[in-house]
Nanobody
Framework: QVRLVESGGGLVQPGGSLRLSCAAS????????LGWYRQAPGKQRELVAS???????NYPDSVKGRFTISRDDANNTVYLQMNSLKPEDTAVYYC????????WGQGTQVTVSS
């Protein structure tokens, strides 16, 4: 069983930055594939970044060059650095971990508005 707790969301102006953190409980964290998803009101949940246990990353075109995912296996934490934020990045952001089973955090709200 893995418990994921996100933090770092909030209100930011367009063009600003935020760093989200996701702390995980449990062992063998380093073997998990990790990801960040987001869900805006009335829209489906979508992937914004993923990182394999080997450190390979993947981003959709909508965030490529602006968002960076990283992992700290020693501290069981995954991060999402978000730069040049746009109003369309407003959503609830969820942390995801997968190894045979998939686990989700409770989400953290990110609002980009002036």
């Amino acid at each position: 069983q893995v418990r994921l707790v996100e933090s770092g969301g909030g209100l930011v102006q367009p063009g600003g930055s935020l760093r989200l953190s996701c702390a995980a409980s449990g062992s063998i964290f380093s073997l998990y594939a990790l990801g960040w998803y987001r869900q805006a009101p009335g829209k489906q949940r979508e992937l914004v970044a993923s990182i394999t246990y080997g450190g390979r990353t993947n981003y959709p075109d909508s965030v490529k060059g602006r968002f960076t995912i990283s992992r700290d296996d020693a501290n069981n934490t995954v991060y999402l650095q978000m730069n040049s934020l746009k109003p369309e990045d407003t959503a609830v952001y969820y942390c995801n971990a997968h190894l045979a089973k998939t686990y989700w955090g409770q989400g953290t709200q990110v609002t980009v508005s002036s």
